[in-house]
């Protein structure tokens, strides 16, 4: 790899984790915690070569959260996140924080999959069966909007949606590739990068599925088939010459 290659694809990296990081989406800034790690364990043990990207990554990382905290716009939006976090009031409803809204979505949800765990309610079925007098005290005119389309949560809508099986359905297509390519961690050194784009991939899927439904737009499910045959095409192709670098 030549050095302007070497320079290029670090600037992609960097560039890439400040956007993510001055996006502004607290779901976005989680995704960080849990993708750049997961580089960092997944590079452990393969030479020399590896730790100096490891040690890189580090550095990006150290520099992205001093530019964070050093930033007034992300600290306050983080400070306000936390104060919102900690004023949720459990016995009323919350009309105007975001954070406050969700909690209260993912209660209702709870609550509607406990009714009804195995068939759900259908995708606006739950509005036909509850009423004014039989909501909760923290249901509120915001919550009741945004419930109407889903619970800011892939599992949760699915599971009130759809029951258990569509719960578990969309918990397969998120979990269920990551072992796979893991797999291919002590195999050939060009299979590698693929393995660790792959994985990461897929635990940013799953952080984001906590915070929203990441399946309910029809361009995500082309994204993530596209994206599962990018990673997984080339490894089945390596299969036919298969062989362990030492």
Not at 116 to 124: A, D, K, T
């Amino acid at each position: 790899m030549s050095w302007r290659q070497r320079i290029t694809i670090a600037a992609a990296i960097v560039c890439g984790l400040f956007v993510a990081a001055l996006t502004g989406s607290r779901a976005g800034w989680v995704a960080l915690l849990f993708t750049v790690p997961t580089v960092l364990a997944l590079h452990i043990g393969w030479g020399a070569r590896y730790r100096r990207l490891a040690g890189a990554a580090f550095a990006v990382l150290l520099a992205l959260a001093t530019v964070f905290w050093l930033d007034p716009a992300l600290t306050q939006k983080m400070s306000l996140g936390v104060s919102r976090l900690l004023a949720y009031d459990f016995d009323a409803p919350d009309q105007t924080s975001s954070i406050g809204i969700r909690i209260s979505l993912w209660r209702l949800a709870f609550e509607l999959i406990g009714e009804r765990p195995l068939l759900g309610w259908g995708v606006r079925g739950w509005l036909l069966g509850y009423h004014d007098g039989r909501l909760p005290a923290y249901v509120g005119e915001q919550v009741m909007f945004f419930a109407g389309a889903g619970f800011h949560s892939e599992l949760l809508t699915k599971l009130v949606h759809h029951g258990l099986a569509a719960g578990l359905a969309s918990a397969a297509l998120i979990i269920m590739p990551v072992p796979a390519f893991l797999r291919r961690r002590g195999g050939r050194v060009e299979d590698r990068p693929i393995m660790v784009a792959a994985v990461v991939y897929f635990v940013s899927l799953a952080v984001a599925s906590f915070a929203t439904e990441t399946f309910d737009l029809k361009y995500q499910y082309s994204l993530y088939g596209t994206l599962l045959a990018v990673f997984g095409v080339p490894l089945l192709l390596n299969d036919e010459h298969p062989h362990h670098d030492a």
